[in-house]
């Protein structure tokens, strides 16, 4: 691959030296001159840019690891897709890679390894709600500052190379050893290959070794297929048994037993934390070549140092009337859980006067000018439409839970249906790259108002749009803003603004901050269990970043836990020995496809994750509705009714034998990696 040493990216980053090298990619130390800062920037190697479907991928996901914010992520600056050159900014960081701490220190101290851990999980938490998964946490991935703070690395890399098949060789023992069972089978991953993966590494902390070790990749991954690790205990008898158990669930083999998300894992974590003998209810069953960082500045081999959160507890001395105290408190508790349960039953305390609040009529009511932004103690969903033209456009149709319900207002979700005009048309097609003013006359000869934005960009003609939103192909009402963003013709001056950081404020204070900095704010909520509601969790946009005015930033807004439920929906698939494509939608959308399932008649199983009063699921065989049922996740255990059974055509062209071997053998090339 060509150095790109001494020279200049995109007239912008100055490259200075290699700092790391890997499979796929060539870390460089580069000086940018615009915000006049040093900065990480990673340029892929040359043999994945001959892979379009790479590309694609690459250039999508850069996207959603661009608005990654959080404290233990190492932040992305820019991103660059063109045809002979992609590369990713990121920020610069000083500091060894946890692999060569835990080499240096051989075994880390239970309290130094919940402390990275934990800083991993809260990265990983943020990422999985912003839908990105790494696919790629090991040891190699995590930097550690010489203050102790750790960040997480190689954001959606690994996930792109799935798209390559390829088999196990021991070029990929660097991630082979901290992979799922699911990825070394070549299955679809969630989060939760992430949280096996940080299971690993907590084993290797504490131990100084790793739970599966053979002579080749492909034995490792069999191992972990296979195979149960060592209890750590039995490595390393001083680790606590509670953190044993956090371990072990973490390794799970089947990903329904393992932690379901990073927060549940962190809870666990909380509780070792302030009881160490916890033993929790639950047990356990009994890369291409790693990125090679280039040391620039010596960490000390010395344990970092973390401070005792919490002093040691005095003892406590036994006294004669404690027994009797303990006797008369219990007492009292039991009597007032009594009166408690009593006051509701009979009407005599309406709990709801303390801890609920009443749903307002919404319906009727403008969403855009009468409710966001102003109902700020209630947590909306995003609104669903519907075309109805006898209403004004953003008027509520309906909501759900109805007015006057009294509710939580931390933690209920409230649905609200608008109405939008149903004259709707796409917006055009090769608006990109063509001349700001053809562009312009484009957009208002089909009705939409456009507001300009210029950039600065080297290389690209002056006039020239760079991006449209909506994008091309996207629906949009007729009247409706389009942004065009065209490089500055020459002689137009830009302004820059400074970007301030917007995290952990209300919703109206974060858009009145950055709107004064004319900086265009846009707000997506996303549900977070640990942010309160309406409080701005992570922003597009770093902070201190120079952008020109008018610059895009989303800031991203909690609307609390996630209220979902999870539930199981069966039924028979037919009977005629085939291998058809089954295909679930929920609402439309699809959640799960299996492209070759036998028809043998056997029951077919799906997850489905909902919280809606009618939610309805088809399934689909062959482009065929086969199934259909509603659900309804609000009840105390999901209710699934309105169950129909369709009759299926037969296939028109030949099916595939499904005596034949070759129709089932295992395949001998591996995905994983």
Known sequence: MESYVGKRLDGRYE????????????????????????????????????????????????????????????????????????????????????????????????????????????????????????????????????????????????????????????????????????????????????????????????????????????????????????????????????????????????????????????????????????????????????????????????????????????????????????????????????????????????????????VPKFVGMNYYNEIDGVYEDFNFAEPLVTNDDSKAPGTVITQTPEAGTKIDADKTVIQLTIAVSSEQIAIPDNLVGNDYAYVVSQLEGLGFTVKPRKVELAGIDPGTVVKVSPSSGAMATVGDVVTVEYNAYEGEEIEYVTVKDVTGLKTADAKTLLASLNLDVKVEEVFDETIPVGIVTAQSVADKAKVPEGTEVIIYVSKGPDPSVTTTVKFRLPLSGDFRKVEVLLNGEVIKTDENVLMIGIDYSVEVKGYGANDKLEAYIDNQLYYECSINFTSASPNIYNETTHILQQPTEPVEDPTEPSSTEPSSEYTGV
């Not at 990654?68 to 900014?89: A, E, T, W």
């Not at 991993?120 to 550690?144: F, W, Y």
């Not at 196990?168 to 991630?175: A, K, W």
């Not at 890369?287 to 620039?296: L, V, W």
């Open 15 to 358: 490259i200075r030296e290699i700092i790391g090298v890997g499979g796929m990619a060539v870390v460089y130390k580069a000086y940018d001159i615009i915000d006049d800062r040093i900065v990480a920037v990673k340029v892929l190697k040359d043999e994945y840019l001959a892979n379009e479907e790479f590309r694609r991928r690459f250039k999508n996901e850069s996207k959603a690891i661009a608005v990654l914010s959080h404290p233990n992520i190492v932040r992305v600056f820019d991103v660059s897709y063109g045809d002979k050159l992609q590369y990713i900014v990121m920020e610069y960081v000083e500091g060894i890679t946890l692999k060569e701490y835990i080499e240096q220190q051989e075994v880390i101290n239970q309290k130094e390894a919940v402390y990275f851990v934990m800083q991993i999980l809260r990265a990983l938490q943020h990422a999985h709600d912003k839908g990105v998964v790494h696919r790629d946490i090991k040891p190699q991935n995590i930097m550690l500052l010489e203050n102790g703070t750790i960040r997480v690395t190689d954001f959606g890399i690994a996930r792109f190379s799935r798209s390559e098949t390829r088999t196990l060789s021991d070029s990929t023992i660097g991630s082979v050893h901290y992979i799922s069972p699911e990825q070394a089978r070549g299955d679809v991953t969630d989060d939760r290959a992430d949280l096996y993966s940080v299971g690993v590494m907590f084993y290797e902390m504490l131990t100084g070794k790793l739970p599966f070790v053979a002579d080749s990749s492909v034995s490792v991954a069999i191992m972990q297929l296979q195979n149960d690790p060592e209890l750590p205990t039995k490595v390393n008898p001083d680790i606590p048994v509670g953190l044993e158990q956090i371990i072990m669930r973490a390794m799970k083999k089947n990903v329904n037993e393992r932690y379901q998300s990073a927060a549940e894992m962190i809870l666990d974590l909380e509780e070792f934390k302030r009881n160490p003998s916890i033993r929790f209810n639950y047990s356990f069953f009994v890369d291409t070549e790693p990125t090679k960082p280039i040391k620039k500045a010596p960490v000390s081999k010395a344990p970092v140092k973390i401070e005792d959160e919490e002093d040691e507890e005095e003892e406590v001395v036994k006294n004669r009337t404690i027994p009797v105290l303990v006797g008369i408190i219990a007492a009292l508790v039991v009597a007032i859980g009594v009166l408690s349960v009593a006051a509701v039953h009979f009407g005599w305390v309406d709990i709801g006067l303390f801890s609920k609040t009443e």
